[in-house]
């Protein structure tokens, strides 16, 4: 029996009902094909401005050919956990590659990249350390750092100030882990990873980054944040997921064969959740393959993105301090926000929102993430259409 305090606090969650009312409810939208860069939705064409498919490899023939591959030798399911049944000589051989691409001696394959840092925020540093983040890490980190039992700390977004003042507090001997993410997936910032290391060998604390949108994206190759700034020695421990760039499902944590192997024997989101399936092991290797066979997928992305980015901060948006093909245009307003989705969808627009409690509400904003596959043709459709929908809405008339 559902509790009467319970019904009434299913009873007053309205809010989707609202936005539902208003017909500006923009979530769990039904994608009836995707073809990469467009998808069809209730019939109709949208271009896709809301995908992490960054390298644009899920369409690709020799992702989709592993794929179909795999299935025919593995079937469609490992049907258990990696500890038990659920690794495939796939697995493996992924695990391999992803510790050579990222420059350290191992890799463990999780089932999402979300998994991933429960399971390694999780055992890392234990009862008696202190886990110290980024207050715009990723909400995976978050959940991570409270079923560790360790004491959490967050510092101020990027400010390295507050860091040190955090770290300063602790004898150097004391168990410390910084997590911050590579990329902010929210606003598209790179974190000041220089500097981190710097005071993590100052104060004494191991460091772990998210790389979730830098894999694929920065680095030589894609390799990510720490071989962007040259800091792949310093960097402990390293985590990606494969729902990105790497055209797949599932996430990996790299660090030293030690620390890999601890959590082969600790990690509970490991050993008790399913292994991804064989099919989707293949095709984050296929992925991997191509990004590295192809380098000019990688300018392609960036080209896209200087050129909206550039096109957007034109047209008269903050889109504040983003590095990446993340690209944030603020509103400033949620239900300004919902309704400008809205239009550009009815436009064929596909962008997703990002409104209170994910930001503050007067930091609301719609997040455009670009493809290395989007065409220019595509890029200034969607330009003209943030444009025209920005003037009708009176966006900067009401908020600027
Ligand atoms: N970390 C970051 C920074 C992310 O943005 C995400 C996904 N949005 C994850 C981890 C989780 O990855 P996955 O989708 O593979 O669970």
């Known amino acids: 029996m559902i509790q009467q305090a319970l019904l009434e606090k299913f009873e007053q969650f309205t809010a989707p009902n609202e936005l539902k009312r208003a017909g500006i409810y923009p979530y769990f939208r039904p994608i009836e094909e995707n073809h990469d860069t467009e998808v069809i939705i209730h019939g109709r064409k949208l271009l896709m401005f809301g995908s992490n498919s960054y390298m644009g490899l899920t369409n690709h023939p020799k992702v989709k050919e592993a794929a179909k591959k795999a299935i025919d030798r593995f079937g469609s ?16 051989e992924l695990e391999e590659k992803l510790a050579a691409f990222t420059g350290k001696e191992a890799a463990l394959v999780y089932s999402t990249g979300f998994q991933t840092n429960l399971g390694t925020v999780a055992s890392m540093v234990g009862r008696h350390g202190v886990i110290i983040l980024d207050e715009l890490d990723h ?13 959490v700390l967050k510092f101020a977004h990027n400010d390295m100030n507050d860091l040190e003042g955090i770290l300063k507090t602790f004898p150097h ?37 998210d790389d979730a949108h830098a894999l ?23 985590m990606s997921t494969f729902s990105k760039s790497l055209a797949s499902i599932g996430g990996f944590v790299a660090s030293t064969k030690d620390v890999i192997n601890y959590l082969k024997h600790h990690s509970r989101p490991m050993i008790f959740s399913a292994s991804i399936p064989p099919s ?3 095709a984050a290797l296929a992925a991997l393959e191509i990004i590295q066979e192809e380098p000019e997928r990688m300018e392609a992305l960036w080209d896209n993105t200087h050129y909206i980015s550039k096109a957007i901060r034109d047209i008269g948006f903050d889109t504040n301090t983003s590095e990446t093909p993340i690209i944030p245009f603020y509103i400033r307003d949620n239900q300004v926000t919902f309704q400008f989705t809205q239009r550009l969808y009815e436009e064929g627009i596909f962008v997703n929102p990002v409104v209170s409690p994910a930001v503050p509400s007067d930091s609301s904003l719609i997040r455009m993430s670009i493809m290395a596959t989007h ?26």
């Open 280 to 282: 989707a092991a293949a």
């Open 173 to 209: 001997d004391k168990v410390k882990m910084i997590v911050i993410d590579g990329v902010f997936s929210m606003e598209g910032d790179i974190c000041n990873l220089p500097e981190i290391t710097r005071l993590a060998e100052k104060y004494g604390a191991l460091v772990m980054v």
């Open 77 to 92: 399911s490992c049907s258990g956990s990696r500890f038990l049944n659920g690794t495939s000589q796939l697995h493996i």
């Open 139 to 151: 909400a995976s980190i978050i959940e991570g750092s409270r079923l560790s039992f360790s004491r």
């Open 375 to 400: 065409t220019r043709c595509q890029l200034d459709e969607a330009i003209g259409k943030i444009e025209q929908i920005a003037s009708e809405l009176q966006v900067f008339a009401e908020r600027h």
């Open 216 to 238: 694929g994206v920065i680095g030589n190759q894609g390799r990510g944040t720490a071989d962007h700034f040259n800091l792949t020695d310093q960097v402990d421990i390293i």
